[in-house]
């Protein structure tokens, strides 16, 4: 396992809100001690701890937990390919960071082509906007819906049965789904 460096993100934090190592020990019941030598990366915190932390600095745990040198920028050649889950669905991630709360992912399904929904129990909530060619969605309970380029449309993963390409171009789109499958 490798240890947590968190140091850094922790006082700019801390700063940020103007609090003293005192105030975030009375705060979260760590020693100043602990906090510092925390702050200057010379112990790795527990997950209760960093749980406590992360409260009292009013950040999500996993901003802290996934904090870590990978390049925030993903070209548009250079997008990672991924399965949502054990689906068989092929996308192109938009991000470098797959474990934090959003997954934002490119996909395009040729013309004709129908994906049923698979459930991934992990996801939430979707968001989904196209790009190109026009999709056929159908939520549960609903009417199927028409969108075309620049539509979006957001819906409680839950609910998603099936996404068909309906148009005379292959239907492109940028999905978002939180939290990640």
Known sequence: MRELKVGRELRQRRNELELSLREVAELTELSIGFLSQLENDQVSPSLTSLNRIAHALHIPIFELLSSDERDPVVRSG???P????DTGIEVELLTNFP????????????????????????A????????????????RNQDPYIL??????????S???????????PLEFICMMTPPA
């Open 159 to 169: 609910r998603l049965e099936a996404v068909n390409s309906i148009g005379d171009v």
């Open 82 to 85: 991924a399965s949502l889950g």
């Open 99 to 122: 474990n934090w709360q959003m997954m934002p992912f490119h996909r395009t399904l040729a013309v004709g082509e129908k994906s049923r929904a698979f459930r991934i129990d992990r």
């Open 124 to 139: 939430r909530e979707e968001w989904i906007y196209v790009l190109s060619g026009q999709m056929e969605i159908y939520l």
């Open 78 to 80: 250079g997008r990672p």
């Open 148 to 157: 075309g380029h620049g539509d979006s449309i957001h819906f409680a993963s």
